[in-house]
């Protein structure tokens, strides 16, 4: 057996050649020019004119999220075989457990959840939703067993929402373990007084979304975190930024030194408010928070992606069927679901508008997809990148196909795709989680439950800059310098 990869563009986040790749079991094994099949078993792969991409990264998603008294429609076998399809080898999903719950029975829940249907690796971001000595003693036990990274919410009040006592000491403990605390940021008490004002005035359309959540009130969320990120120490990550006020204060912090690390998501940088405010409750379709924000903020995004102020580009991936659960809250926008499914979608787009549209070179395309998840939440070079002794999560990809989306050909289990007609120019032609094939042409063709609990450790946390191990491998090989 073993896998062969001939004549492939490699594209990382730092470098570009044709070469040869050979994966013998699950690591790729080595990176050369013309090699030849070891065994003659092994799978023959011919790449040539396909970019070989490290296998992309969604460092922000909720299968089978508990919210509003529903559940996110995908669990880890239709989301993950939706991932890989669309190139997607690891996600970092939200174990989210109520403020009720134990940490300890909310891990052992995503845990069995995961367990014999995910197709494709992950982690989890643990779900801080309250702190007291007897959580603190349970969040020390799950970091060490490898979930090296937190998420608070500093909105959903009631729901997940910690108070300020439970935000400073979660910091502490985060920066005692060296771990990264990722925040949902947006001030809940500004949520709740608008929405109630807004209600009351009989605003009840989703066109009521967003100005119930402006763009001040994540602002503030992120110069609250901020300030407790500076007076602990603790490295922080701001998930889902959607917009230029956020992300001033953001960078406003880092020049302070606040050791902070910022994503936005697909939704922000190619959908606005209009749609939210589309007639017949279509907006629905389009309701997540932080909301969809005016146009003039996307190419704020975009700029900050290209000039490394934004680090990663995630879905936040939180399907709920527009029919039976986003029309929950048709006679109140409080009450839809929040959520826009892109976990299946978000490379091909981010290649498609990014890449092909010329916002983003290559290797930006690659860091923000994968590489830069990989070394924030402790995965590279495990994962992130193409070298020897990497897992071989390869996205051999097609620059040349032609396609559109649509919820008629998707495999995430949702009713509606937000980018329905969408065109797209490039897809994975083949997929690999760890040396075996996963996807090939648009289809799963992967193992139910083969994927793994990543474990993580703190090794590399914050050495952005290391050299990479196949530096020395690289010199003897063809450097190409076309798109
Ligand atoms: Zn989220």
Same mark, same amino acid.
């Given at each position: 057996?073993?896998?062969l990869?001939k004549?492939?563009? #490699?594209?990382?986040g730092?470098?570009?050649?044709?070469a040869d790749?050979? /994966? +013998?079991?699950?690591?790729?094994?080595?990176i050369?020019?013309d090699?030849q099949?070891?065994?003659?078993?092994?799978? *023959?792969?011919?790449a040539?004119?396909?970019?070989v991409?490290p296998?992309?990264i969604?460092?922000?998603t909720? #299968?089978?999220?508990p919210?509003?008294?529903?559940?996110?429609?995908?669990?880890?076998?239709t989301? %993950?075989?939706?991932a890989?399809?669309?190139?997607t080898?690891?996600?970092?999903?939200?174990?989210?457990?109520s403020?009720?719950?134990e940490?300890?029975?909310?891990?052992?829940t995503w845990?069995?959840?995961?367990?014999?249907?995910?197709a /494709?690796? =992950?982690?989890?971001h643990m779900?801080?939703?309250?702190?007291?000595?007897?959580?603190?003693? &349970?969040?020390?036990?799950i970091?060490?067993?490898?979930?090296?990274?937190?998420?608070?919410?500093?909105?959903?009040?009631?729901a997940?929402?910690? +108070?300020d @006592?439970?935000? =400073?000491?979660?910091?502490?403990l985060?920066?005692e373990l060296g *771990?990264?605390t990722?925040?949902?940021?947006?001030?809940?008490?500004?949520?709740?007084?608008? &929405?109630?004002?807004l209600?009351?005035r009989?605003?009840s359309?989703p066109?009521?979304?967003?100005?119930?959540r402006?763009?001040?009130v994540?602002a503030?969320?992120v110069h609250?975190?901020?300030?407790?990120a500076?007076?602990?120490?603790?490295?922080v990550?701001?998930?889902?930024?959607?917009c230029r006020e956020?992300?001033?204060?953001?960078?406003r912090a880092?020049?302070?030194? *606040?050791?902070v690390?910022?994503?936005?998501?697909?939704q922000y940088?190619?959908?606005?408010?209009?749609?939210?405010e589309?007639?017949?409750?279509?907006g629905?379709k389009?309701v997540?928070s932080?909301?969809?924000?005016?146009?003039?903020n996307?190419p !704020?995004?975009?700029?900050?992606l290209?000039?490394?102020? #934004?680090?990663? !580009?995630g879905?936040?991936?939180?399907p709920?069927?527009?029919?039976?659960?986003? @029309?929950?809250?048709a006679?109140?926008f409080?009450?839809i679901p929040?959520?826009?499914?892109?976990?299946?979608?978000? !490379?091909?787009?981010?290649y498609? =508008?990014?890449?092909?549209?010329?916002?983003?070179d290559?290797?930006?395309? *690659?860091k923000?997809?994968? %590489?830069n998840a990989?070394?924030?939440?402790?995965?590279?070079?495990?994962?992130?990148? #193409?070298?020897?002794?990497?897992d071989?999560?390869?996205?051999?990809y097609?620059?040349?196909?032609?396609?559109?989306?649509?919820?008629?050909t998707h495999l995430?289990?949702?009713?509606?795709n937000?980018?329905?007609?969408?065109?797209?120019?490039?897809r994975?032609?083949?997929?690999? $989680?760890?040396?075996? !094939?996963?996807?090939?042409?648009g289809?799963f $063709?992967?193992?139910?439950?083969?994927g793994?609990?990543? &474990?993580?450790? @703190?090794?590399?946390?914050?050495?952005?800059?290391?050299?990479?191990? @196949?530096?020395?491998?690289?010199?003897?090989?063809k450097?190409?310098?076309c798109?």
């Open positions: 057996m073993g896998l990869i004549n492939g563009e #490699i594209v990382t730092d470098s570009r050649y044709i790749i050979w /994966c +013998d079991g699950e690591p790729i094994t080595r050369d020019s090699i099949a070891p065994t003659a078993t092994a799978e *023959v792969i011919d040539s004119g396909k970019y991409f296998g992309f969604d460092p922000h909720h #299968i089978y999220l919210f509003m008294g529903t559940f996110s429609k995908d669990d880890y076998e989301g %993950t075989k939706a890989l399809v669309g190139g080898t690891t996600i970092f999903d939200m174990c989210c457990p403020r009720t719950m940490p300890s029975e909310g891990f052992a845990t069995a959840q995961a367990r014999g249907k995910a /494709c690796d =992950y982690s989890f779900g801080v939703t309250r702190f007291n000595g007897n959580s603190a003693a &349970q969040l020390r036990e970091v060490a067993a490898g979930v090296q990274s937190f998420k608070i919410f500093l909105a959903y009040k009631g997940f929402g910690i +108070d @006592s439970e935000l =400073y000491q979660t910091l502490k985060a920066k *771990v990264v990722t925040a949902h940021c947006e001030n809940e008490t500004l949520v709740a007084e608008t &929405q109630q004002e209600v009351t009989g605003t359309g066109e009521g979304h967003h100005d119930s402006p763009p001040r994540e503030e969320g609250h975190l901020m300030s407790f500076e007076m602990t120490g603790a490295p990550y701001i998930v889902h930024l959607s956020a992300l001033e204060e953001a960078l880092r020049l302070r030194g *606040v050791q690390w910022v994503e936005t998501l697909i940088l190619l959908l606005d408010k209009s749609h939210a589309l007639p017949e409750f279509e629905a389009f997540m932080p909301p969809l924000r005016d146009k003039a996307q !704020v995004l975009w700029n900050g290209r000039q490394g102020l #934004i680090n990663t !580009v879905t936040d991936h939180a709920f069927d527009f029919a039976g659960q986003k @029309s929950m809250g006679d109140d409080t009450r929040n959520g826009i499914p892109a976990l299946e979608d978000r !490379v091909n787009l981010l498609t =508008y990014g890449v092909k549209a010329g916002r983003l290559l290797h930006t395309f *690659v923000i997809a994968s %590489t990989a070394k924030i939440f402790n995965l590279f070079p495990r994962k992130g990148t #193409i070298q020897p002794g990497s071989a999560d390869l996205v051999i097609d620059p040349n196909y032609r396609g559109q989306l649509s919820a008629a995430m289990n949702i009713d509606y937000a980018f329905e007609g969408w065109p797209i120019e490039g994975p032609s083949l997929v690999t $989680v760890r040396g075996e !094939v996963a996807a090939r042409d289809k $063709v992967g193992t139910v439950g083969r793994r609990l990543l &474990q993580r450790s @703190s090794k590399n946390v914050f050495d952005f800059d290391a050299p990479l191990a @196949s530096d020395n491998n690289r010199i003897a090989l450097r190409v310098g798109q």
